[in-house]
C-alpha cells in the first residue's frame, strides 16, 4: 500500500536546540514531497518542496529536509528551535496514486518549544 | 498578490441544513481542490478541479457533498442534509498550470460546526 507516515505525534524541543520531525512515505511512483506547517487556527503554510533537483531541500524560517531514496525518508530539521516554530508540521506526498496532484497528508507532528 | 480566500471562515449550522462554503483561488490558478480536517480523519482530499476537465470527485465522502466551479476560477463546496460528523474544517488550495503544477497553496479554512 502507498502512504505517508510520520513517525512521532509529539516532539518537544528546548528553544535553541535542534529539531527532527520524521517522515517516510512508500510509493511504487516517484511522488513529489513537501512539508506544510499549520499554526493554531490558521491555514496551511508551505515550508518546502522536494523536486529532484536535489536531495537536501532548504525552505523557509530555517527549516531544511533531506530525501533519502534508500529509506524512502524525507525528515525536517532545523538546527535551533525559536519559540515560534511551535505549531503542527504535516509531510505531504502528491502523486502518490501515480497520477494527479492529489496531496496525501501525514497525520502530522506536533510540536512543542519550551524554553 | 492575494492568496486563496475562503469564506465563511466559521459556519454553525443545525443537523439537517444546507450548507455552502466558498473559494476563491489565486488569481490565474488553474486546479483547485478542497480538502477536509477533522479530529478523527486528519486531512483528506474531497474533490479536485483542473481547467475544464471534469472534476475528479473521488475523494467526496457521500451524495450529499458536491462542488462546483463557476468560470474556471470561484468553486462552491455544498453539504447537503448536514450531519454532525460533517464538522470539520473544510481547505481550499489551488495551483497554476505552470512548471510547479504540484505546489498547492492552502486558504485559511472554514470551520463548520453542526449541532
Known amino acids: 500500500a502507498q502512504s505517508v507516515t510520520q513517525l512521532d505525534s509529539h516532539v518537544s524541543v528546548s528553544e535553541g536546540t535542534p529539531v527532527l520531525l520524521r517522515c517516510n512515505y512508500s510509493s511504487s511512483y516517484s511522488p513529489s514531497l513537501f512539508w506544510y506547517v499549520q499554526h493554531p487556527n490558521k491555514g496551511l503554510q508551505l515550508l518546502l518542496k522536494?523536486?529532484?533537483?536535489?536531495?537536501l531541500v532548504k525552505g523557509i524560517n530555517g527549516f531544511e529536509a533531506e530525501f533519502k531514496k534508500s529509506e524512502t525518508s524525507f525528515h525536517l530539521t532545523k538546527p535551533s528551535a525559536h519559540m515560534s516554530d511551535a505549531a503542527e508540521y504535516f509531510c505531504v506526498v502528491s502523486g502518490l496514486t501515480g497520477g494527479g496532484n492529489k496531496l496525501t497528508f501525514g497525520t502530522g507532528t506536533q510540536l512543542k518549544v519550551e524554553l | 498578490g492575494a492568496g486563496v480566500s475562503q469564506s465563511p471562515s466559521n459556519k454553525v449550522t443545525e443537523k439537517g441544513k444546507d450548507v455552502e462554503l466558498r473559494c476563491d483561488p489565486i488569481s490565474g490558478h488553474t486546479a483547485l481542490y478542497w480538502y477536509r480536517q477533522s479530529l478523527g480523519q486528519g486531512l483528506e482530499f474531497l474533490i479536485y478541479f483542473q481547467g475544464n476537465s471534469a472534476p475528479d470527485k473521488s475523494g467526496l465522502p457521500s451524495d450529499r457533498f458536491s462542488a462546483e466551479r463557476t468560470g474556471g476560477s470561484v468553486s462552491t463546496l455544498t453539504i447537503q442534509r448536514t450531519q454532525q460528523e460533517d464538522s470539520a474544517v473544510y481547505l481550499c488550495a489551488s495551483s497554476s498550470s505552470g512548471t510547479d503544477t504540484d505546489t498547492q497553496y492552502f486558504g485559511p479554512g472554514t470551520r463548520l460546526t453542526v449541532l
Open positions: 522536494y523536486t529532484s533537483a536535489a536531495t
